[in-house]
């Protein structure tokens, strides 16, 4: 795939344009007082464009959609942060540092984290700006839905009458579990076990497994995720599997709980519901207000100008 490296601007309505012919900074978009110039509007479009790769970033119908998504984008922004301003909401640096290190947290190290923003053409600033925008939009929809009802017991027990699919739990297992690369050292390790060594000494000592530190102990496992630990089901509590082999390595497993296959009761999720359903109607005067505030705002959109707007790769 080969990513978009730059973008031109081609804005004189011919093949070519001189330095004086520059339109760059010229206004593509007006919302009420926020502007984005032609120059900007061409560089978000490019950012969007490099997901694609060199021949359908060249096709006009993809380009013309992207360009529609960043005014879309746009509009909807400059209307969020002038309500916020004009409501005096703003997103305390803590909570943005807070998400920003949850968000971090969910790669193995630095190096990958940075790779995945590269790879979206994002700077680590610009990212964090995303972050800022994305809570910022959250307390504005909140603050825009704040006098909604919260839902009635009816209209609760109703959704979980209506989506009983989503309440069904498949059985569950809990292990304790070595995993170890070669037979050989699965083989010595089962010897140990079947002499009385401890399970968890053992699995802190010689498993790779991310578990290992803890003993080997794993959370919940849904039947079917995870295939070569299902024989486990037919152990008894305490019971020791067999070697295991996967593409992963060798496992032994210890059997320390099991849940059959059941249905979650309603009250067990009724709060979960409830935020469904609170997020459905805020979602929902969200959309209204701003539909409204679209249609009242002063929208100026310079459709000649973007529809000259043009992407090269390199």
Excluded at 4 to 25: E, M, N, W, Y
Excluded at 80 to 89: P, T
Excluded at 222 to 237: M, T
Excluded at 262 to 271: A, G, H, M, Y
Aim: net charge positive.
């Amino acid at each position: 795939m080969k990513p978009i490296k730059a973008f031109v601007i081609a804005l004189c309505c011919a093949i070519s344009c001189t330095p004086k012919q520059d339109r760059g900074h010229e206004t593509v978009l007006q919302v009420n007082g926020s502007k984005m110039s032609a120059e900007k509007f061409a560089e978000t479009l490019a950012k969007k464009l490099q997901l694609a790769d060199a021949f359908n970033a060249k096709q006009p119908a993809l380009i013309n959609e992207i360009k529609n998504l960043v005014a879309e984008e746009f509009i909807k922004r400059s209307l969020i942060l002038q309500y916020a301003h004009e409501h005096k909401l703003s997103v305390p640096t803590e909570l943005v540092d807070s998400e920003v290190k949850r968000f971090r947290k969910s790669y193995p190290d630095d190096i990958s984290f940075r790779g995945a923003l590269l790879a979206q053409g994002l700077t680590l600033e610009a990212w964090k700006s995303s972050i800022a925008e994305g809570l910022l939009e959250r307390s504005v929809l909140q603050d825009i839905a704040k006098d909604i009802s919260k839902p009635t017991s009816e209209a609760l027990k109703d959704y979980y009458k209506k989506h009983s699919e989503l309440w069904q739990r498949p059985a569950q297992i809990k292990l304790r579990h070595i995993m170890l690369k070669t037979e050989e050292e699965a083989r010595s390790i089962y010897a140990q076990l079947s002499s009385g060594g401890s399970f968890v000494k053992l699995a802190k000592e010689v498993s790779i497994a991310p578990e290992a530190e803890g003993g080997g102990d794993t959370d919940w496992i849904d039947k079917g995720s995870v295939d070569f630990f299902d024989g486990a089901y037919g152990l008894p509590k305490k019971g020791k599997s067999s070697i295991i082999k996967s593409q992963y390595g060798y496992h032994i497993v210890q059997l320390l709980d099991k849940r059959p296959q059941r249905n979650l009761k309603f009250e067990s999720v009724k709060p979960q519901i409830e935020r469904l359903l609170m997020a459905e109607k805020e979602r929902e005067v969200f959309n209204k207000w701003l539909s409204e505030s679209i249609r009242t705002a002063k929208i100026l959109k310079n459709d000649s100008l973007i529809r000259n707007l043009n992407v090269v790769t390199k």
